[in-house]
């Protein structure tokens, strides 16, 4: 019985790692279709999306068996659990990167704006936190997902700067209001997939040390 969960585990992790890594790839190539107004690469994202949901179900099942059947306790009940959630994060940040793409068609098919937004810093911190979130359920790195926990502040105020720099430019030129507005809304989504990050690496903390931390503030060391 015992080999056969761990047989069991072991699928499931190569499903959820598959999963990781479609999605990871998924963001990038949102980013990289608003940055360079590539329509055809937002698509893929688009189109992609269908795919990621059937790989969401899957894995649930799987989860779903593994404890009705395996019934499994201590370090491998946290992991099925810690993945069933994971998992539910990993889909909405792929339907976070089909938002961020859609944003990419629109404003690739209109005149670029002059709005000083820099998006392209909060996008590489966003996607640093999602891959150190994704190290840290590979490797079972807890400390690793302490640190991401601590980045996603810095997200949410590089967020709030882009509400303030679009009102600014909207008051200047109404005229662009539409486009201001998905830049913005891009910003959002990059800032929810931030948040979709640290709730996976927050699994991983519990994963890894049984501790809940999820509403608990992150406490530094001197």
């Known amino acids: 019985m015992t080999t056969h969960l761990h047989k069991e585990i072991e699928k499931l992790r190569k499903r959820i790692l598959y999963m990781s890594a479609e999605v990871e790839d998924a963001v990038r190539k949102s980013v990289d279709a608003l940055m360079s107004r590539n329509i055809k690469e937002a698509q893929e994202v688009i189109d992609h999306d269908e ?3 059937h790989l969401e179900v899957e894995i649930e099942e799987e989860c779903l068996k ?3 059947l395996h019934q499994p306790v201590a370090i491998d009940l946290r992991y099925v659990i810690a993945v069933l959630k994971m998992n539910n994060d990993l889909e909405r940040i792929g339907d976070l990167a089909v ?3 859609e944003r990419a068609v ?3 098919q209109r ?3 002059d709005l000083k937004l820099d998006l392209r810093t909060m996008a590489d911190l966003t996607q640093s936190m999602l891959k150190r979130s994704l190290d840290a359920l590979v490797n079972s790195d807890s ?3 302490r640190q991401v926990r601590a980045s996603d502040d810095e997200v949410d105020e590089m967020n709030r700067n882009m509400f303030i ?3 600014d430019y909207i008051k200047t030129c ?3 209001v539409a486009e201001a507005i998905h830049w913005l809304s891009a910003s959002r989504h990059l800032e929810r997939i931030a948040d979709q990050a640290t709730n996976i690496a927050e699994d991983v903390i519990y994963m890894v040390e049984g501790e809940i931390v999820r509403h608990q503030p992150e406490v530094f060391n001197a």
């Open 106 to 108: 629109y404003l690739s």
């Open 143 to 145: 400390a690793l997902a």
């Open 174 to 176: 109404p005229e662009h």
């Open 51 to 53: 795919v990621l949901d």
């Open 66 to 68: 593994i404890l009705a």
């Open 111 to 113: 005149p670029p704006i």
């Open 165 to 167: 720099a679009v009102q």
């Open 99 to 101: 938002d961020i793409s």
